[in-house]
């Protein structure tokens, strides 16, 4: 009878996991799901193997526990016996085995039997099968390797030798021999075995030998503090060999021999997926194949100790067979055997099929795509993903069982693209704030300056008028001179008054439709006469694709007069000034680069700034790079510069065609 256990077996613990994929990686059963980040169990695709559990340093595998079902029965009045695996001594390696035998009793436990009897008998049933049968068999005794056989290989499930497991032989003779009132719990390093036992009513329970340690320690049982006493009768033979790898054969007088594939054992994760894939295809024609899952029993997820080595603890598998075995008695033992040889040893295995349809050559395509695959080149195989190859990874991908993110060189390229867009943006984000600043501190200095100037304005005009007069009338006056001084700073005033005003946006602004590249033209052809520019090369690289657009010429006009003689003021010994325009997405740009002494990083910051000039004193009022800057700001374009001392400067000016 199938018992039904609402609990899995396995589950993730969501907070602990960090998506390393080492789960996914060891699971023979692609039984993992990544899922929103997170690695879950799919419990319908589970065999049980435990390789997740085993290999989670993170510990975010949580298993199914038995701790407080079998305490319950333990203090219930129900009569109770332990079936040990025969891999109790490398498990408890410093500890005796009637000790052992002894914590048991004291934890309650009616009887302790060892399951290695079992595998005795089971060893009969499968040397009288593999002889007298002329059927391929696969072997039944791992539970994991049975239940991947029934969802994976569904149609091998008739090749599966229908003989009871150790762990379910035992529970039977114990059965026979006090009963069927009597509740069995198994204990040994496996996982699986407790699936095993919701599918039987000859197992009550099952202990992993970590729960039985658990339960010793809140009982405070210690090795010192019980009695030696025996294991319960009947004693094993060489059916304690079944933990070790081709313990098995050993032990059913049945041997590998490498001039013939009759008879094939193997074990470990890999092996046993790839020995069961080679059976199916009937090559070998193989007449037994016994395969387990771990590395031998004694690999086991519920095995206490990760820390001790696979040949350390087979070595102690070894010695306590060999101890038992020179003391057995041999009659005793044949008379047990000749007793519970006829008891009824069948089992029969479902078939669950798990497998998933394979997908079309397309989507396999597409979904290499979606992860950077074009090529067959770009499939690295590095199996960072936790899938052997890519194509494996696009399946599970299909199947539901996978992401894109879990490619590691894919995520490595988009984190990449990632970065590189956030630090386009923070430069995007720097340089607007740094805009937004000068905009602002522009604007207050601008109303400020709108105020002054017009305050300033009359004044000015009444001065200049009268002290023109005056001038005439002292013509041949000897204040003169002096007249015509204050005619000359009076004229520098309303010069700037005038600039205060183009730096307010005072002026009238008169558009219309224009070409850049005349208007840098016509401003050239006017400077290269001019004595500043006579040692000055000027190249002119200008688009013929630009359109005309709406401008007004003489503020235009001014911005590049003002560059061009900034330019030409900072190569007093000669030099080159380049201009070049261009066209992109109606976006006109043009560059206006000089071969001067450049601008350190501190005047850079403040070249904009009203009033701020590196000029002598009379030379200039320091707004003209303000008045350019509202000039482009009123043409709803930007203006940035780059400047390295002792190379040059370029001013870069972009603004749309349609303003």
């Known amino acids: 009878m199938k018992k039904t256990n609402i609990i899995p077996l396995i589950q993730t613990i969501k907070e602990k996991c960090r998506v390393c994929y080492s789960c996914v990686r060891e699971c023979p059963a692609h039984a993992i799901r990544i899922e929103a980040g997170q690695a879950e169990v799919i419990t319908e695709r589970c065999i049980g193997c435990g390789n997740c559990v085993r290999v989670c340093t993170q510990k975010a595998k949580a298993v199914r526990s038995s701790i407080s079902q079998v305490e319950m029965i333990l203090a219930s009045e129900t009569i109770t016996a332990a079936a040990i695996a025969p891999t109790f001594p490398a498990e408890f390696p410093d500890i005796s085995y009637r000790k052992v035998a002894g914590m048991l009793k004291a934890l309650g436990f009616d009887y302790i039997f060892e399951v290695a009897f079992g595998a005795d008998l089971v060893s009969l049933q499968y040397s009288k099968k593999i002889k007298d049968d002329n059927?391929?068999?696969?072997?039944?005794?791992?539970?994991?390797?049975?239940?991947?056989?029934?969802?994976?290989?569904?149609?091998?499930?008739?090749?599966?030798?229908?003989?009871?497991?150790?762990?379910?032989?035992?529970?039977?003779?114990?059965?026979?021999?006090?009963?069927?009132?009597?509740?069995?719990?198994?204990?040994?390093?496996?996982?699986?075995?407790?699936?095993?036992?919701?599918?039987?009513?000859?197992?009550?329970?099952?202990?992993?030998?970590?729960?039985?340690?658990?339960?010793?320690?809140?009982?405070?049982?210690?090795?010192?503090?019980?009695?030696?006493?025996?294991?319960?009768?009947?004693?094993?033979?060489?059916?304690?060999?079944?933990?070790?790898?081709?313990?098995?054969?050993?032990?059913?007088?049945?041997?590998?021999?490498?001039?013939?594939?009759?008879?094939?054992?193997?074990?470990?994760?890999?092996?046993?997926?790839?020995?069961?894939?080679?059976?199916?295809?009937?090559?070998?024609?193989?007449?037994?194949?016994?395969?387990?899952?771990?590395?031998?029993?004694?690999?086991?997820?519920?095995?206490?100790?990760?820390?001790?080595?696979?040949?350390?603890?087979?070595?102690?598998?070894?010695?306590?067979?060999?101890?038992?075995?020179?003391?057995?008695?041999?009659?005793?033992?044949?008379?047990?055997?000749?007793?519970?040889?006829?008891?009824?040893?069948?089992?029969?295995?479902?078939?669950?099929?798990?497998?998933?349809?394979?997908?079309?050559?397309?989507?396999?395509?597409?979904?290499?795509?979606k992860m950077g695959k074009f090529e067959i080149e770009d499939e690295l195989n590095c199996g960072a993903c936790g899938y052997s190859t890519c194509l494996e990874h696009a399946v599970a991908i299909h199947s539901g069982l996978a992401e894109n993110e879990m490619c590691l060189p894919y995520t490595i390229d988009n984190l990449k693209k990632t970065t590189s867009e956030l630090k386009r943006s923070y430069e995007d984000l720097i340089y607007a704030k740094k805009a937004l600043i000068q905009s602002e501190k522009l604007a207050s200095l601008g109303r400020l300056a709108s105020g002054i100037a017009h305050e300033i304005n009359n004044p000015l005009t009444g001065i200049l008028t009268f002290s023109n007069l005056l001038l005439e009338d002292l013509e041949n006056s000897e204040y003169k001179d002096d007249v015509a001084t204050i005619v000359n700073e009076t004229k520098r005033c309303r010069d700037i008054v005038r600039g205060l005003l183009d730096f307010a946006r005072e002026t009238k602004s008169e558009r219309e439709p224009l070409s850049i590249n005349n208007i840098i033209t016509e401003t050239m052809t006017i400077l290269k006469k001019h004595i500043n520019f006579q040692n000055i090369s000027i190249e002119l690289d200008l688009s013929p694709e630009i359109p005309m657009a709406s401008m007004d010429k003489n503020q235009m006009f001014s911005v590049i007069n003002n560059l061009a003689i900034n330019a030409a003021d900072a190569m007093p010994d000669g030099g080159k000034l380049n201009i070049v325009s261009s066209l992109k997405h109606n976006i006109i740009t043009i560059v206006i680069s000089d071969t001067g002494t450049g601008i350190d990083e501190e005047t850079l910051s403040k070249i904009f700034d009203p009033f701020f000039t590196t000029k002598e004193t009379g030379k200039g009022t320091g707004l003209g790079l303000a008045v350019i800057y509202g000039i482009v700001e009123r043409h709803r374009g930007n203006i940035d510069v780059e400047s390295t001392v002792g190379v040059g400067t370029t001013f870069t000016i972009t603004f749309p065609v349609f303003i």
């Open 135 to 369: 059927s391929n068999y696969i072997g039944s005794t791992c539970p994991a390797v049975v239940a991947y056989v029934e969802k994976y290989y569904p149609q091998l499930s008739k090749n599966l030798i229908p003989v009871a497991s150790p762990m379910v032989a035992i529970s039977r003779v114990i059965h026979e021999k006090y009963g069927e009132d009597v509740d069995v719990i198994f204990i040994g390093p496996c996982l699986a075995k407790k699936d095993e036992a919701d599918r039987t009513d000859d197992v009550r329970e099952v202990l992993t030998f970590k729960e039985l340690r658990e339960m010793l320690d809140v009982r405070k049982i210690e090795p010192d503090s019980v009695e030696s006493i025996e294991f319960d009768p009947p004693h094993p033979g060489k059916g304690a060999l079944y933990p070790i790898g081709k313990g098995i054969l050993q032990s059913a007088n049945l041997e590998e021999d490498l001039m013939s594939t009759d008879i094939i054992a193997t074990d470990g994760t890999k092996q046993f997926v790839q020995a069961i894939k080679d059976f199916s295809s009937e090559v070998h024609r193989v007449k037994f194949l016994e395969v387990l899952s771990c590395n031998g029993c004694i690999m086991g997820p519920g095995m206490s100790s990760n820390s001790m080595t696979q040949f350390s603890r087979r070595g102690y598998i070894s010695n306590y067979t060999k101890y038992r075995y020179n003391n057995l008695d041999q009659e005793e033992w044949y008379n047990a055997v000749e007793k519970f040889i006829d008891l009824d040893f069948k089992v029969s295995f479902d078939q669950d099929d798990q497998r998933r349809p394979d997908p079309h050559r397309e989507e396999l395509k597409s979904i290499l795509v």
